[in-house]
């Protein structure tokens, strides 16, 4: 059975930093890509930003480039997103994602094998 679940997701204020974990179990990030997706409204995610399986590429949106960062630690099979200079525009519930295909899943932001079941993240003076 395959799970994503993420945590780190919490409270800022404007220009502040959280760090999101998706721990992953049932699948191996040697053979999965993990994306990073966020609510853009009711009924659309938009991806954020994207780590290959096997040689560990990145894939960032433009709308956070300079300010996510993604990473990955095989051992722990958690993927990470470092979210700085946070802006009260990023609030909204985060959700991480795998697929077996980096194209469909990271190039695509396609609709991917599984979903975890997401992290509220509140930007706010």
């Known amino acids: 059975q395959v799970q994503l679940v993420e945590s780190g997701g919490g409270s800022v204020q404007p220009g502040g930093s959280l760090t999101l974990s998706c721990a992953a179990s049932g699948i191996s990030l040697d053979d999965y890509a993990i994306a990073w997706f966020r609510q853009a409204s009711e009924m659309v995610r938009e991806g954020v930003s994207c780590i290959s399986g096997s040689d560990g590429r990145t894939f960032i949106h433009d709308s956070v480039k300079g300010r996510f960062t993604i990473s990955k630690d095989n051992a722990k099979n958690t993927v990470y997103l470092q979210m700085n200079n946070l802006k009260p525009e990023d609030t909204t519930s985060y959700y991480c994602?795998?697929?077996?295909?980096?194209?469909?899943?990271?190039?695509?932001?396609?609709?991917?094998?599984?979903w975890g079941q997401g992290t509220q993240v509140t930007v706010s003076s």
């Open positions: 994602a795998a697929d077996r295909s980096v194209f469909r899943l990271c190039e695509l932001w396609s609709s991917p094998d599984y």
